[in-house]
């Protein structure tokens, strides 16, 4: 994945996006809508779909090939959408459910909010600045503690933010690796921000999670072009 710097961008729109509440207020949303600890406990035998509309049907989640939802862990309403998905064959305990992928845990998440004026990527710098930061952290913690997160990296790539990220916390589930992944961009004038997990028992490489991330992502831009 080539990387981008994060440079300045129009001040006009990130002034506007940040005194509206800006990154805190779209985290802060999202923090409610994920609670992703509990949301890993078991996918197995959870029956699932390859894709899921929410948002009143502004918004279609779809994975890579060989994940399905678990609409069982999913939520949606007038705040915004929660999407878990994992495996085809993890949740129907079945090898022929779908092709053979890395055991990642992807997440969904769709909140209303896009900026009005420009592109999403006209805000990344602001973004980026934010996450790095005390309340930053604090909003991508699962508990809420911004000691338990670091920002390992923060990369720009077209109208996509990928941001790799360490948090310690511990969850209520079962364990996920510290390290993953998450894509902020925005889709039919939403906020859609996308993760890759693994469980600490099948681990996977920081590689893998972001090819899984990319290829979510591409399906994700795809379906709702």
Do not use: H
């Amino acid at each position: 994945m080539a990387r981008s710097p994060i440079r300045g961008a129009n001040p006009n729109v990130m002034s506007i996006w940040i005194s509206s509440g800006g990154p805190l207020r779209i985290w802060t949303a999202l923090a409610l809508l994920s609670t992703l600890p509990g949301c890993t406990a078991d996918m197995a035998g959870v029956a699932g779909s390859r894709a899921l509309s929410v948002s009143g049907g502004a918004v279609t989640v779809a994975g890579p090939a060989g994940y399905c939802v678990d609409k069982g862990a999913s939520k949606d309403g007038s705040a915004g959408a929660f999407v878990l998905l994992g495996t085809c064959a993890a949740m129907t305990r079945s090898t022929g459910a779908g092709p053979t992928v890395a055991p990642a845990i992807l997440t969904a998440s769709v909140i209303p909010g896009a900026p009005d004026e420009g592109p999403l990527s006209a805000v990344f710098p602001s973004t980026a600045r934010f996450f790095r930061s005390a309340p930053g952290r604090k909003a991508l913690s699962r508990n809420g503690r911004p000691e338990n997160v670091e920002v390992a990296d923060v990369i720009s790539k077209g109208e996509v933010l990928y941001i790799r990220l360490r948090d310690t916390s511990e969850s209520a589930g079962q364990s996920v690796e510290p390290e993953y992944w998450r894509a902020i961009l925005s889709l039919r004038g939403r906020i859609v921000t996308l993760s890759a997990l693994a469980l600490r028992d099948r681990p996977l490489t920081s590689s893998a999670k972001r090819k899984v991330l990319e290829a979510f992502v591409a399906r994700m831009q795809a379906t709702n072009t």
